[in-house]
């Protein structure tokens, strides 16, 4: 499976467009405790072989759909995705509309600043359309994943950011979200999970689609017959389907399965031709057949010690805050969007703070109370992340992919993974030397 993989990956690279701590222990006190699962029911949650002819009652935890409507356009969920209801924000607002058209280098600027770019925006190219996910997904997973989300797509760098965003208002959002899909209905699927192994290898879909913890042992793997470029894109973009237990509504799996674009007409995810009885075989396996238990929580991060040499401002800019930062941590006074982490947006206040020039990160950040504090002193409640803000928030984003979202500061780069040991190292040695500019 994995030479297959990687075989057809490199034939396809050129066509696509580019908390529970360690070993059971609760989360200190200073980590937020993931929010817990939402489904509110009148009979116990069955296990996975306990499916057939189970109805989902969610009464007791819907939201708001009005005020979700408003929140939609509070958090600014059109700069990255269609299908939001609210009409399509200016041009320097679309995040991904920019990245699309840096990736293909029709902006009108010069190609030198083009290239320059496109490292530093090449995710968030592909969004999925938010248009009728509510005939797909339980409306109590949307909210859980709003509050705190989960990596969904294993073989894609970014998944969706860390908002700061309130259990209510999470619900709120995920009621409007799924508004207008149809009612809960009695589910049972008629499968045979061991037919529906061989039948997902046949189609091709263990070629996009990870299911962790599942075997794979004697599946034939077939390309299926679809346009290479959306092959390619569904080789990112594909979700493990082991968070198909709590994330799908059980009475849409098969359709799904069958015909996608029925249900959801802007989806990626094509249609292979399989019959009723193939769509339930699959559907069976996808939520019967035995997992190993996930993986253990990655350890703490390890910090290396600060260097025993000079590290000036345009080394760090250099090699950390231009790959990333600098897109959301620009200078309002600039041409553009100066990015959320300066102005403010999706859901955040301004916090101004600006690390597109020696001179912007020597401004630090506004704190809750709005006045101006220093990246670089320590603060008592960041110790254990490195003591300085700028630090903490880069160690912050380890605790958070590990499961143990930080309350104290919130990590960085947002949305995609955490910097290299050694890259930390740099910017935290050169915040013990003062943070010269030379």
């Not at 408003?70 to 990255?80: K, Q």
């Not at 995040?95 to 190609?111: D, E, N, Q, S, Y």
């Not at 000036?312 to 941590?329: D, I």
């Amino acid at each position: 499976m994995a030479s297959a993989r990687s075989i057809l990956g490199h034939a396809l690279a050129a066509l696509a467009i580019v908390g529970i701590s360690a070993c059971g222990q609760p989360p200190p006190a200073d980590h937020e405790v993931p929010l817990p699962n939402l489904i509110v029911t009148s009979v116990p949650v069955p296990a996975p072989d306990d499916l057939a002819g189970w109805t989902e009652i969610e009464q007791h935890t819907r939201g708001d759909a009005t005020h979700g409507k408003t929140l939609i356009a509070r958090y600014e969920c059109n700069r990255c995705h269609a299908g939001t209801g609210q009409p399509a924000p200016m041009f320097e607002r679309q995040c991904v509309g920019c990245h699309k058209v840096i990736a293909a280098g029709t902006l009108p600027f010069p190609r030198e600043r083009i290239e320059a770019w496109r490292s530093a925006t090449r995710h968030y190219i592909t969004t999925p359309s938010l248009t009728a996910i509510g005939a797909t997904l339980r409306p109590s997973w949307i909210a859980s994943f709003l509050h705190e989300p989960v990596k969904v797509r294993p073989h894609e760098e970014e998944w969706m950011p860390r908002l700061e965003i309130s259990e209510s208002d999470a619900r709120d959002l995920a009621e409007a979200l799924a508004s207008g899909a149809d009612a809960w209905r009695e589910t049972r699927i008629d499968g045979d999970a061991a037919r529906g192994k061989n039948v997902m290898g046949r189609k091709g879909c263990f070629l996009c689609h990870e299911l962790t913890g599942a075997s794979r042992a004697d599946v034939e793997i077939v390309v299926p017959s679809i346009a290479p470029d959306k092959l390619a894109r569904g080789m990112t973009q594909a979700p493990d389907l082991r968070l198909a237990r709590e994330r799908f509504r059980p009475d849409a799996l098969v359709q799904w399965i069958r015909d996608p674009a029925s249900m959801r007409p802007a989806t990626d995810m094509p249609s292979l031709g399989l019959t009723e009885q193939e769509a339930r075989d699959a559907a069976a396996y996808i939520l019967r057949t035995p997992l190993s238990p996930p993986p253990p929580a990655e350890p703490p991060m390890a910090r290396l010690p600060v260097l025993e040499r000079h590290v000036s401002y345009e080394e760090v800019a250099t090699r950390v805050f231009r790959t990333s930062c600098t897109h959301c941590h620009a200078d309002p006074s600039g041409n553009g969007d100066p990015g959320p982490g300066s102005t403010g947006g999706f859901g955040f206040a301004p916090r101004g703070v600006q690390l597109l020039t020696y001179r912007g990160t020597q401004l630090g950040y506004i704190d809750e109370g709005g006045a101006r504090r220093s990246l670089f002193l320590p603060e008592p409640r960041l110790e254990r992340w490195g003591g300085a803000r700028l630090v903490a928030a880069l160690v912050a984003r380890h605790e958070e992919t590990a499961g143990r979202p930080v309350t104290a500061v919130r990590g960085m780069p947002m949305g995609l993974p955490g910097l290299s040991a050694e890259e930390i190292q740099l910017v935290e040695t050169w915040v013990s030397e003062g943070a010269p500019k030379e």
